[in-house]
């Protein structure tokens, strides 16, 4: 019974009453405000509830009512919630408050004025169950602008759609994109057969706008992005001639400015990155956008001392592939291969330092877009069939979506279930 009210409460926080939580004791009011499961349209109900509550607790421990106010998610309100926010001061002092409501109105006003506060604060509430799919190129080396989103949750069948408020600035192609809270950066990228950028744009999702930020330091496609704490790192790529590179840059979230960091081990195109455990992850790639030699190494960065190790091997050299982090294994699925499109599916094991063959995707793939969702990977569109490849006509492109249960060892594809147009060498973020 106790976790069926909790699971109502936690599901139905919008049509509650904020005066109802106010008997409640303080670990339990904390328990259902910092609980991921807690789904509310808007965060304004969130400081309504935390208002009621310390109006009628006044002589709460003042710590206690510092980490009540500290849950609220201060970049999803609105300028029109600042009178509200300022009711706030009367409880926990004025030049704390006055912190939040100068960066909420900052924001709200536009541009990149302010220091971004911590993530955290830009995250919505309740279940991930989106993953966007980004630009790309489609048939005849034409790139797109699109984004397609996948709606994929426990209770409801897996579908596609188009979200034409949402397309790219401009086509893209082998670019970098990276997902963080109500946030999704595009980094740098092909914007033409013969024209590459170092422009980097960031999407709100609640302000539904593209900002444009600072530019990457040099012009990159082919190149590989994930978040390390409250930065994003950039790894490898071919510069504006075609070479490969070993440029490691970070991008400092809170202050809008690049860095340049030691170098991968060696120049790389066509790697996968993941995340996990506050740990990058680089995996395979080659060593030319003419692949004379691909890559079996796995490398791990220590963000804190800007440090790559060579922690293992993939079991087969690979380019071009997707790469999953998920409970102290990577899953690295298709890519190329003795020059040919692959549909391996190998899992790294990297406390055990060991790598294993699973079982195999349903078709080959590579330059496919990859995402984590509910304990399953999905490999979206790119490259398919297993012929060998001498030339860049490769091989079939695909709009099919692939998606592997991790729990159950088994591959799935949804035959109804496609992206509006065959595409590869996109990005998908889940949001």
């Known amino acids: 019974m106790i976790k069926d009210t909790k699971t109502f ?92 409501y100068n960066a909420i109105a900052c924001y709200d006003r536009g541009g990149y004025k302010q220091p971004l506060m911590c993530t955290e604060y830009f995250t919505p509430r309740g279940h991930l169950t989106q993953i966007l799919v980004l630009g790309g190129t489609s048939h005849n080396k034409k790139m797109v602008d699109t984004v397609s989103v996948i709606e994929a949750t426990h209770i409801s069948p897996m579908h596609t759609s ?111 990155i993941c995340t996990g455990q506050d740990q990058v992850y680089v995996s395979g790639g080659c060593n030319s956008m003419a692949r004379d030699r691909l890559f079996d190494s796995i490398y791990q960065y220590e963000p804190r001392g800007d440090v790559w190790l060579l922690i293992g091997h993939l079991s087969e050299p690979c380019c071009a592939h997707s790469m999953i982090y998920y409970n102290t294994k990577l899953f690295i699925a298709g890519g190329l291969i003795d020059e040919s499109v692959s549909d391996l599916l190998q899992c790294y094991d990297i406390e055990a330092n060991q790598c294993t063959s699973l079982m195999p995707l349903p078709s080959a793939r590579m330059t496919s877009g990859c995402a984590l969702l509910n304990e399953k990977i999905y490999i979206v569109a790119g490259y398919e069939g297993s012929d060998e490849i001498h030339d860049d006509s490769y091989t079939t492109l695909t709009d099919s979506i692939l998606v592997y249960d991790i729990l159950h060892n088994e591959w799935s594809e949804e035959e109804e279930c496609k992206l509006p147009q065959p595409v590869r060498s996109m990005c998908c973020v889940v949001i």
């Open 9 to 100: 409460i936690l599901s139905h926080f919008d049509a509650i009453p904020a005066d109802a939580f106010t008997e409640l004791p303080f670990t339990s009011l904390y328990e259902f405000l910092s609980d991921d499961k807690l789904v509310c349209k808007s965060e304004a109900a969130v400081l309504h509830v935390v208002i009621s509550y310390l109006a009628e607790n006044k002589d709460l421990d003042q710590r206690h009512k510092r980490k009540l106010i500290d849950l609220l998610n201060y970049g999803l309100l609105n300028t029109d919630d600042l009178p509200l926010l300022r009711r706030l001061q009367i409880f926990i002092g004025q030049e704390y408050i006055d912190q939040i």
């Open 162 to 272: 188009k979200k034409p408020e949402l397309s790219l600035p401009h086509a893209l192609n082998s670019f970098a994109c990276v997902s963080i809270g109500n946030f999704v950066f595009i980094i740098a990228g092909q914007i033409s057969p013969k024209e590459i950028t170092s422009d980097v744009h960031r999407y709100d999702i609640r302000k539904s706008e593209w900002l444009c930020l600072a530019k990457l330091p040099s012009k990159r496609y082919t190149h590989v992005a994930h978040l390390s704490m409250e930065n994003i790192i950039v790894v490898g790529g071919a510069d504006e001639k075609g070479a490969a590179t070993a440029t490691v840059y970070s991008y400092a979230i809170k202050n809008n400015i690049w860095s340049v960091n030691n170098p991968f081990p060696k120049k790389v195109v066509f790697a996968a």
